[in-house]
């Protein structure tokens, strides 16, 4: 069963945004080319440049969660240093 995965991202100060997006950008290419994985875009708020949110589609969640782990530990403790908190992911399967 196909599983949606949203996770948002926010980062700690304005000037930390841009590197964030970087940082982001880098994980949603990993994904984008995982097996299994459907697609996965990385979009950013309008309204609030410190906000993104990425919307990742995968066959299931087992495959996503092995993709997670080919994410290079310095683009995760980079990208978490600059974070203004914990990202808040959701799972969601079509209704």
Known sequence: MADTRMTEF???TPEAADRL???LAEGA???SAAPHCRSCRL???RDDPQAF?????????AHRAAAA??????VVEQASAIMAGPPQ???????
Not at 53 to 61: K, L, Q, S, T, Y
Not at 89 to 95: E, G, I, K, L, P
């Open 10 to 12: 926010r980062a700690a």
């Open 21 to 23: 997006h970087g940082l």
């Open 29 to 31: 290419a990993i994904y």
């Open 43 to 45: 979009l950013r708020d």
């Open 53 to 61: 949110v990425m919307v990742e589609v995968w066959d299931d969640i």
């Open 69 to 74: 782990k080919t994410v290079p530990a310095h």
């Open 89 to 95: 992911a959701r799972s969601f399967a079509a209704a």
